[in-house]
């Protein structure tokens, strides 16, 4: 990503400090994280490539525990599509408990993109949401769009911005 392109994602992503009522969800292993912006608007960030949420101790949440059964639903494990009935993986316990204790009180502190396209999203409860570039390639990493809203979809990738209509 050049400098041109880092600063027209940053000023697409101001909308989002002080963003509220924030919630993290799935549909299938479409990662999907909500927030009402600044604006008054819905936004929706999509993290396709690996993403990880941390307090200041610890993980919390990654991509990947979305595929990990809990322990009471192992014994679906010979199921390959156990992981995806909703609320019998790790993600989805983590997403609940989210969105329960957090999702009315938390709000977006800062937003930083890096040149490579990381996006670190800090919360105003210590919590932290980084998605990592994980290729060199024009796959999609992360994507942000409003709900509902007719302006082209901000899709980064490793290559740098591809926009919906560019697909």
């Not at 549909?27 to 008054?40: E, R």
């Not at 009935?85 to 997403?95: R, T």
């Not at 994980?134 to 302006?151: A, K, N």
Request: with cysteine; aromatic share 12%; proline share 1%.
């Amino acid at each position: 990503m050049d400098k041109q392109e880092k600063e027209i994602v940053e000023k697409r992503l101001q909308v989002l400090i002080g963003a509220e009522k924030i919630r993290f969800g799935r549909s299938i292993d479409v990662i999907w994280i909500a927030l009402k912006g600044t604006d008054g608007r819905d936004y929706a960030l999509h993290p396709s490539a690996f993403f990880r949420v941390c307090d200041e101790n610890r993980v919390l949440v990654t991509k990947f525990d979305m595929y990990w059964l809990l322990p009471e639903y192992e014994t679906d494990a010979e199921d390959e599509d156990a992981w995806d009935v909703q609320g019998h993986n790790f993600f989805d316990d983590w997403a609940k408990r989210f969105n329960d204790e957090y999702s009315d009180t938390v709000t977006v502190s800062s937003v930083a993109v890096k040149e490579n396209g990381d996006l670190t999203i800090s919360f105003s409860n210590s919590m932290v949401l980084e998605i990592l570039i994980e290729t060199t390639t024009d796959c999609e990493c992360w994507r942000f769009f409003e709900y509902h809203g007719t302006d082209r979809h901000l899709v980064i990738t490793g290559k740098g911005i591809r926009s919906k209509e560019d697909e």
